[in-house]
């Protein structure tokens, strides 16, 4: 078995839990313990001039570079694990929050994005649909419109906080002056 320790990232369940992996789903896994799962064309890209260098660079490689883009089995099975813990914990999570996930995303739901915004306690959360892209958002067709709506999440999210860092400093002031 695998472990992978997440105490040590900076998140709500620092020291929660600690995800204990198999290499193996199933019973009969173990037959092939090295199972790995291989991306294939599109490779989550919708772009048609993205896919064409993708799969121009993956004619020049070696098997063993290849096969350093597979994942293990074991890792979609911890994929797996996480994402049920965090579905029962996300009302934990208070941080501002932006959501970018895509319409078309063949790997995982649209409907994750609405899961997450429905059951986060942030006071600031924002959710952007993408509609020309597939999984691999930051590679893929609205990258621009990514970066975008990234940096003006980011502007907002100072913004708010510099507001409520002058409203704090002000109440402060008129504290000290009543006092």
């Not at 121009?56 to 293990?72: G, I, L, Q, V, W």
């Not at 600031?124 to 419109?145: A, F, G, P």
């Amino acid at each position: 078995s695998a472990n992978i320790d997440f105490r040590c990232l900076d998140n709500p369940f620092a020291g929660e839990y600690l995800f204990k992996g198999f290499y193996f789903f199933h019973r009969y896994f173990n037959l092939m313990p090295n199972w790995r799962y291989v991306e294939d064309a599109p490779y989550g890209i919708k772009d048609p001039k993205m896919q064409r260098l993708i799969r121009m660079s993956f004619r020049n490689m070696t098997k063993s570079e290849e096969d350093s883009y597979a994942t293990p089995a074991r890792y979609v099975h911890q994929a797996l694990k996480l994402g049920k813990y965090l579905k029962k914990n996300l009302q934990k999570i208070t941080a501002p929050l932006l959501i970018c996930h895509a319409k078309e995303d063949e790997t995982a739901s649209p409907r994750n994005a609405c899961i997450i915004e429905n059951l986060v306690s942030s006071a600031i959360s924002r959710k952007v649909l993408l509609k020309n892209s597939y999984h691999m958002i930051t590679l893929d067709s609205e990258r621009e419109r990514l970066a975008h709506e990234i940096s003006h999440f980011i502007a907002f999210v100072n913004e708010m906080r510099s507001s409520r860092d002058v409203k704090q400093k002000q109440e402060a002031n008129r504290n000290q002056l009543a006092a």
